[in-house]
């Protein structure tokens, strides 16, 4: 801590402080045989049995300086060996008896300093050689059994420049012994060791007086603090821009950045109004960029502490370093002001509570375990004071050289220093996580936050812009305004066509076809017959029957007519239909050939006819038998004229009708057939519902392009594919659930070759679908992930699928033109890259709103507060209720919904993401995953899955599967297998037809079964401490920590002659699945006779 913190902590830890001051000596207890590792260095030594080879250098402390004069080399070899002598940290072994740690501390240990002579080269190439050389050193690991944990090397320049590198493990060292090693190193250097006080303790000295301060009283004192200070944590999403890696990879990079001293100096007149250290400052400030982010409230980091309050400990060479976790509470809009006295409380109160190590809060706490995550937090903040302390060597000046570290201990970490009065940050970031391109975006938004900081601390934390200058020229200015062409009709295009081509081929329908002129015709007996009522323009006309012939006649005579047609579906409820006739106030109907629908509108009334359509012929069947013809018509339509009603699920069970709009229809096809060149040369398939307003695209983008709209029968959509194959048919919609169907019972193995462009909408498009439609037809069909709420019209952004399919979720792309795609948060700003916020759309052609919902055309409808325009009615922004953030290129993400995340254990999840991986196996065709609840209120996650095959499968190898990528927190309590997923005429799932799951009792005893299982539940019982030991106890659940892992899996790998790892048991925490993999692993290596 720097002078001030100590400051300011004073008043809070006097008490202790001055303890531990007057204390004196530290009575230390007499040394046992077996010496422990302290708290700290059993979570390192735990890494290193977790990586094995693959930490490298990840926990390695590299220090390197250039030593300019004449140096004497056997001088330098001389003071390692005395550094190594006096200190015992560098000549201790972390050995294990039984998967238990000790120290052993060796004599009669030295250091090797060989030496590399580079004067053969050039000046500058034997430094580059030199530093790379160096660099390479510094990634290398150790083995902790064979000290000395210190690597040394000398690069000879030339005779009067060297470079000298140390790289010690951090198991026996940290930031300050690194300051005792460079001030002894130059003392022994120079023969001034009688200058050194004796040694107070050793290292492990201070192990056991640790271990033996932390007992009784004052241990619970500190852990009742951590218990409730971490109580309810739930893990960050950190803003990845890459998908997380199940497992963590350490690989890492850094991004420096320097505040100019203007900044640094405002700053800092901030922290003495606020009376909060400049630490505090920039916390506060990197938790408010991580809040906006993640979308979450409650944000918890890491940040180290030195761990040497005793003046005993400041000379030793030791790995002292404790965390604490500093969580704060962002809720309640708070200004950067109350926010920095909310940190300030909560460093304190974490700083007065620091005695009790990390591990043992981890180890007491019992956590959640996450391969891919670190315990309780991800990101660390690390603020130390920069003081260069060379090593004081006689003739020899020395220049520190910072060596290229290529670790990152956390997916994020954020070093802060103040030299020279400017604040200096560093950002490393795992690769595996973030690209280079993001952390820089990152870092210039923190930049700019920090700057709008210092000039205003009272503004709202959601009130700072997050929108860079970079980013500011790609995303959208909602302040501008929308130009708004112009829109020819779909009956204006419709009939060109048919006057122009009225032998071209509109309609095919199994064995008919009808062309332009027949359509137009059948179309203008609609009107006409429709002009016989007492009806008026913009009045709701339904239509009750499949898709058909007729039915297209009737959408075409209806918006001729310049009325708004309905269509229902008549394989809906009758109460669904008796609701939607009523909510849309229908004042006449039209019937296709015997459709039935809702018996209080069987019979008709005087104020709402119904007149019979015929489904092939397109003729009006009257109680006379007369027909009544028309001549092609065409009234002048304006674009902003009501023209279809379609439908929306409601909160309260009340389908919302939504009202639609010539020039909204017009200007998205319109878009569609110019950006996707739809010709007369299409066929183009209707298999959307009657019931979903994307049915409007099969319906009128063909018969606007002078394509073929071609229908199926009943009997063809039992192979939906088949039937479009031999069709011939180039484009199809569709929802990406019944893609999935339709891959699992098509009798197609190839073909689809004449399929140019296969559109989704209204669900989550997978990476795995993509490749499953690849996978099984190779050719050239142009894919595109389309996004649009009925509200807004049809579809609002487009994102074509490249070839190399990216990993991870496929974004919903950019917005069409004359549209703006927001991303607004909580103070209704727009997000900046990466920034979670609510999905806002604005365009001139939206609908006009739902028909009978003031209250929620209120919430959803709202005017445009940024443009100039904002008192008019024509410029709303349409707030979706989804979650989404803007990629580096500008790109819309969806994030899932406000209303659709849940909580299971602490752990906030999106089902989405967990059907996303299950849809990966191979043998699945569909899934669907919700969130469910038990009797008891706990929530927990069910999972529906169709198998390619229909033979009986076990859901046991999904388990696995999923064990291997995802969370144990995240892996489903509850799967059912079904035959087909059940869908609503839209073609998503039907969630309220989905059976009741079968949860798993995870709690229920069930003892072991096998022999295997009994082999592992004895070693538990032995290991835990417990009495017993079923097939769905959980090891962390029993009190199993990552030391007693080692224990367990070194007894059973022993007993069982196999190599079971830790991530085994980690992945597979439960008896029973630990017995599974144990299982597969022993048949792997022929030996599972017996077990």
């Given at each position: 801590?720097?002078?001030?913190?100590?400051?300011?902590?004073?008043?809070?830890?006097?008490?202790?402080?001055?303890?531990?001051?007057?204390?004196?000596?530290?009575?230390?207890?007499?040394?046992?045989d077996?010496?422990?590792?302290?708290?700290?260095?059993?979570?390192?030594?735990?890494?290193?049995q977790?990586?094995?080879?693959?930490?490298?250098?990840?926990?390695?402390i590299?220090?390197?300086?250039?030593l300019?004069?004449p140096?004497?080399?056997?001088?330098?070899?001389?003071?390692?060996?005395?550094?190594?002598?006096?200190?015992?940290?560098?000549?201790?072994?972390?050995?294990?008896?039984?998967?238990?740690?000790?120290?052993?501390?060796?004599?009669?240990?030295?250091?090797?300093?060989?030496?590399?002579?580079?004067?053969?080269?050039?000046?500058?190439?034997?430094?580059?050689?030199?530093?790379?050389?160096?660099?390479?050193?510094?990634?290398?690991?150790?083995?902790?059994?064979?000290?000395?944990?210190?690597?040394?090397?000398?690069?000879?320049?030339?005779?009067?420049?060297?470079?000298?590198?140390?790289?010690?493990?951090?198991i026996?060292?940290?930031?300050?012994?690194?300051?005792?090693?460079?001030r002894?190193?130059?003392?022994?250097?120079?023969?001034?060791?009688?200058?050194?006080?004796?040694?107070?303790?050793?290292?492990?000295?201070?192990?056991?007086?640790?271990?033996?301060?932390?007992?009784?009283?004052v241990?619970?004192?500190?852990?009742?603090?951590?218990?409730?200070?971490l109580?309810?944590?739930?893990?960050?999403?950190?803003?990845?821009?890459?998908?997380?890696?199940?497992?963590q990879?350490?690989?890492?990079?850094?991004?420096?950045?320097?505040?100019?001293?203007?900044?640094?100096?405002?700053?800092?007149?901030?922290?003495?109004?606020?009376?909060?250290?400049?630490y505090?400052?920039?916390?506060a400030?990197?938790?408010?960029?991580l809040?906006?982010?993640?979308?979450?409230?409650?944000?918890?980091?890491?940040?180290?502490?030195?761990?040497?309050?005793?003046?005993?400990?400041?000379?030793?060479?030791?790995?002292?370093?404790?965390?604490?976790?500093?969580?704060?509470?962002?809720?309640?809009?708070?200004?950067?002001?109350?926010?920095?006295?909310?940190?300030?409380?909560?460093?304190?109160?974490?700083?007065?509570?620091q005695?009790?190590?990390?591990?043992?809060?981890?180890?007491?706490?019992?956590?959640?375990?996450?391969?891919?995550?670190?315990t309780?937090?991800?990101?660390?903040?690390?603020?130390?004071?920069?003081?260069?302390?060379?090593?004081?060597?006689?003739?020899?000046?020395?220049?520190?050289?910072?060596?290229?570290?290529?670790?990152?201990?956390?997916?994020?970490?954020i070093?802060?220093?103040?030299?020279?009065?400017?604040?200096?940050l560093?950002?490393?970031?795992?690769?595996?996580?973030?690209?280079?391109?993001f952390?820089?975006?990152l870092?210039?938004?923190?930049?700019?936050?920090?700057?709008?900081?210092?000039?205003?601390?009272?503004?709202?934390?959601?009130?700072?812009?997050?929108?860079?200058?970079?980013?500011?020229?790609?995303?959208p200015?909602?302040?501008?305004?929308?130009?708004?062409?112009?829109?020819?009709?779909?009956?204006?295009?419709?009939?060109?066509?048919?006057?122009?081509?009225?032998?071209?081929?509109?309609?095919?329908h199994?064995?008919?076809?009808?062309?332009?002129?027949?359509?137009?015709?059948?179309?203008?007996?609609?009107?006409?017959?429709l002009?016989?009522?007492?009806?008026?323009?913009?009045?709701v006309?339904?239509?009750?029957?499949?898709?058909?012939?007729?039915?297209?006649?009737?959408?075409?005579?209806?918006?001729?007519?310049?009325m708004?047609?309905?269509?229902?579906?008549?394989?809906?409820?009758?109460?669904?239909?008796?609701?939607?006739?009523?909510?849309?106030?229908?004042?006449?109907?039209?019937?296709?050939?015997?459709?039935?629908?809702?018996?209080?509108?069987?019979?008709?009334?005087?104020?709402?006819?119904?007149?019979?359509?015929?489904?092939?012929?397109?003729?009006?069947?009257?109680?006379?038998?007369?027909?009544h013809?028309?001549?092609l018509?065409?009234?002048y339509?304006?674009?902003?004229?009501?023209?279809?009603?379609?439908?929306?699920?409601?909160?309260?069970?009340?389908?919302?009708?939504?009202?639609?709009t010539?020039?909204?229809?017009?200007?998205?096809?319109?878009?569609?057939?110019?950006?996707?060149?739809?010709?007369?040369?299409?066929?183009?398939?209707?298999?959307?519902?009657?019931?979903?307003?994307?049915?409007?695209?099969?319906?009128?983008?063909?018969?606007?392009?002078?394509?073929?709209?071609?229908?199926p029968?009943?009997?063809?959509?039992?192979?939906?594919?088949y039937?479009a194959?031999?069709?011939?048919v180039?484009?199809?919609?569709?929802?990406?659930?019944?893609l999935?169907?339709?891959?699992?019972?098509?009798?197609?193995?190839?073909?689809?070759h004449?399929?140019?462009?296969?559109?989704?909408?209204?669900?989550?498009?997978?990476?795995?679908?993509?490749?499953?439609?690849?996978k099984?037809?190779?050719?050239?069909?142009?894919?595109?992930?389309?996004?649009?709420?009925?509200?807004?019209?049809?579809?609002?952004?487009?994102?074509?699928?490249?070839?190399?399919?990216?990993?991870?979720?496929?974004?919903?792309?950019?917005?069409?033109?004359?549209?703006?795609?927001?991303?607004?948060?909580?103070?209704?700003?727009?997000?900046?890259?990466?920034?979670?916020g609510e999905?806002?759309?604005?365009?001139?052609?939206?609908?006009?709103?739902?028909?009978?919902?003031?209250?929620?055309?209120?919430?959803?409808?709202?005017?445009?507060?940024?443009?100039?325009?904002?008192?008019?009615?024509?410029?709303?922004?349409?707030?979706?209720?989804d979650?989404?953030k803007?990629?580096?290129?500008?790109?819309?993400?969806?994030?899932?919904?406000l209303?659709d995340?849940?909580?299971?254990?602490?752990?906030?999840?999106?089902?989405?993401?967990?059907?996303?991986?299950?849809?990966e196996?191979?043998?699945?065709?569909?899934?669907f995953?919700?969130?469910?609840?038990?009797?008891?209120?706990?929530?927990?996650?069910?999972?529906?899955?169709v198998?390619?095959?229909?033979?009986?499968?076990?859901?046991?190898?999904?388990?696995?599967?999923?064990?291997?990528?995802?969370?144990?927190?995240?892996?489903?309590?509850?799967?059912?297998?079904?035959?087909?997923?059940p869908?609503?005429?839209?073609?998503?799932?039907?969630?309220?037809?989905?059976?009741?799951?079968?949860?798993?009792n995870?709690?229920?005893?069930?003892?072991?079964?096998?022999?295997?299982?009994?082999?592992i539940?004895e070693?538990?019982?032995?290991?835990?401490?417990?009495?017993?030991?079923?097939?769905n106890d959980?090891?962390?659940?029993?009190?199993g920590?990552?030391?007693?892992?080692v224990?367990?899996?070194?007894?059973?790998?022993?007993?069982?002659?196999?190599?079971?790892?830790?991530?085994?048991?980690?992945?597979?925490?439960?008896?029973?699945g630990?017995?599974?993999?144990?299982?597969d692993?022993?048949?792997?290596?022929d030996?599972?006779?017996?077990?």
């Amino acid at each position: 801590m720097n002078p001030e913190e100590r400051m300011l902590l004073e008043k809070r830890i006097e008490t202790s402080r001055s303890r531990t001051r007057e204390s004196g000596i530290l009575r230390l207890p007499p040394r046992p045989d077996i010496i422990p590792l302290s708290f700290a260095q059993q979570r390192l030594w735990f890494i290193e049995q977790w990586e094995g080879a693959n930490s490298g250098g990840l926990y390695n402390i590299p220090e390197a300086w250039w030593l300019e004069g004449p140096l004497d080399r056997e001088r330098m070899q001389y003071a390692c060996n005395c550094l190594i002598a006096r200190h015992e940290a560098l000549r201790t072994a972390f050995v294990s008896t039984d998967g238990k740690p000790r120290q052993e501390i060796r004599s009669g240990i030295s250091a090797d300093l060989p030496l590399i002579d580079l004067q053969h080269l050039p000046v500058s190439e034997a430094r580059e050689r030199a530093l790379a050389e160096a660099a390479a050193l510094a990634g290398e690991g150790f083995d902790l059994t064979q000290p000395p944990l210190l690597r040394t090397a000398l690069y000879r320049i030339d005779n009067s420049l060297h470079l000298l590198v140390l790289v010690i493990h951090h198991i026996v060292s940290d930031g300050w012994s690194m300051g005792v090693i460079d001030r002894e190193l130059g003392m022994f250097y120079d023969a001034r060791e009688n200058e050194l006080p004796p040694m107070p303790m050793q290292y492990a000295d201070y192990t056991l007086w640790q271990r033996e301060q932390l007992q009784g009283a004052v241990l619970e004192k500190q852990l009742a603090y951590w218990r409730r200070q971490l109580d309810g944590l739930i893990p960050l999403e950190l803003p990845l821009d890459r998908p997380r890696p199940v497992v963590q990879s350490y690989r890492g990079s850094r991004y420096p950045l320097k505040l100019s001293p203007e900044l640094t100096a405002a700053l800092r007149l901030i922290c003495r109004q606020e009376q909060v250290t400049l630490y505090m400052l920039l916390l506060a400030a990197f938790q408010v960029l991580l809040a906006r982010h993640s979308g979450q409230m409650d944000i918890a980091v890491g940040s180290p502490l030195a761990g040497r309050d005793r003046f005993e400990l400041e000379g030793l060479i030791g790995f002292f370093v404790n965390t604490l976790v500093i969580r704060t509470d962002l809720s309640g809009n708070p200004s950067f002001r109350e926010l920095l006295q909310r940190v300030r409380e909560t460093v304190l109160d974490a700083h007065a509570h620091q005695l009790i190590p990390f591990e043992k809060i981890v180890e007491e706490l019992n956590p959640i375990r996450d391969q891919g995550r670190n315990t309780f937090f991800d990101i660390m903040v690390n603020m130390f004071e920069e003081i260069e302390s060379p090593p004081a060597f006689n003739n020899l000046s020395c220049i520190r050289e910072y060596l290229d570290h290529h670790w990152s201990k956390y997916p994020m970490t954020i070093y802060a220093s103040e030299v020279n009065g400017r604040i200096i940050l560093e950002l490393a970031y795992q690769n595996a996580c973030f690209s280079s391109r993001f952390i820089l975006e990152l870092m210039q938004q923190f930049l700019q936050l920090l700057e709008q900081i210092a000039i205003d601390p009272k503004k709202n934390v959601y009130c700072y812009s997050l929108v860079t200058h970079q980013a500011a020229a790609f995303l959208p200015d909602p302040s501008l305004p929308i130009e708004v062409p112009l829109q020819q009709s779909v009956i204006t295009i419709f009939n060109d066509f048919a006057r122009r081509s009225p032998e071209a081929l509109a309609v095919t329908h199994g064995h008919r076809n009808w062309n332009y002129q027949c359509l137009a015709e059948a179309a203008g007996r609609v009107s006409s017959a429709l002009g016989k009522y007492d009806l008026c323009k913009a009045d709701v006309v339904a239509i009750i029957g499949a898709s058909s012939f007729g039915l297209v006649s009737c959408l075409l005579g209806i918006l001729m007519r310049k009325m708004v047609f309905l269509t229902i579906d008549p394989a809906l409820p009758a109460s669904r239909q008796a609701t939607m006739l009523r909510e849309a106030g229908t004042k006449a109907i039209l019937r296709i050939g015997t459709a039935p629908f809702p018996p209080e509108w069987a019979s008709g009334s005087a104020s709402v006819p119904v007149i019979d359509i015929d489904p092939h012929l397109g003729i009006i069947v009257t109680e006379s038998g007369e027909n009544h013809e028309s001549a092609l018509s065409e009234k002048y339509i304006h674009g902003n004229d009501p023209a279809f009603v379609f439908y929306t699920s409601g909160s309260t069970g009340i389908p919302k009708a939504v009202l639609g709009t010539h020039r909204g229809l017009s200007h998205f096809l319109a878009w569609q057939r110019n950006t996707f060149n739809i010709t007369e040369s299409d066929r183009i398939a209707q298999f959307t519902s009657l019931s979903f307003d994307a049915v409007l695209r099969d319906f009128f983008l063909p018969l606007t392009s002078g394509a073929a709209l071609c229908i199926p029968e009943e009997n063809d959509l039992a192979d939906p594919l088949y039937w479009a194959d031999r069709e011939k048919v180039t484009v199809i919609h569709c929802v990406p659930s019944l893609l999935h169907n339709w891959l699992s019972q098509t009798e197609l193995s190839s073909g689809m070759h004449a399929l140019r462009l296969l559109c989704f909408t209204g669900e989550q498009l997978t990476v795995a679908l993509v490749r499953k439609w690849r996978k099984r037809f190779a050719g050239n069909t142009v894919i595109v992930n389309f996004y649009g709420p009925t509200e807004i019209t049809l579809i609002k952004c487009f994102f074509l699928i490249p070839g190399e399919l990216p990993e991870g979720i496929l974004p919903v792309g950019t917005s069409l033109p004359q549209t703006q795609a927001l991303v607004l948060n909580e103070a209704g700003q727009l997000c900046g890259v990466g920034e979670k916020g609510e999905v806002v759309l604005r365009t001139p052609f939206r609908s006009l709103g739902y028909i009978n919902a003031p209250l929620e055309m209120q919430v959803r409808f709202r005017t445009n507060p940024f443009s100039e325009m904002n008192c008019r009615d024509d410029d709303m922004l349409y707030f979706t209720g989804d979650l989404g953030k803007y990629r580096l290129d500008g790109t819309l993400e969806l994030a899932g919904r406000l209303d659709d995340q849940i909580k299971i254990r602490g752990v906030r999840i999106e089902p989405g993401e967990v059907k996303a991986v299950i849809e990966e196996h191979p043998a699945v065709s569909a899934c669907f995953v919700q969130g469910r609840k038990k009797g008891t209120g706990e929530i927990f996650l069910a999972a529906y899955v169709v198998f390619k095959s229909k033979e009986k499968l076990e859901t046991d190898p999904l388990r696995s599967f999923l064990c291997a990528r995802l969370p144990a927190v995240m892996i489903p309590s509850s799967w059912t297998v079904l035959e087909n997923l059940p869908l609503l005429p839209n073609g998503k799932v039907d969630r309220q037809s989905l059976p009741e799951p079968e949860i798993l009792n995870e709690n229920e005893y069930l003892p072991a079964r096998t022999p295997l299982e009994t082999i592992i539940a004895e070693i538990w019982m032995e290991q835990l401490r417990v009495p017993r030991a079923g097939v769905n106890d959980n090891f962390f659940n029993l009190g199993g920590h990552s030391l007693l892992a080692v224990q367990v899996l070194n007894k059973l790998n022993r007993q069982l002659d196999i190599q079971l790892t830790l991530q085994d048991l980690f992945k597979n925490p439960t008896l029973g699945g630990l017995a599974c993999r144990v299982f597969d692993i022993l048949v792997s290596e022929d030996t599972k006779e017996g077990y």
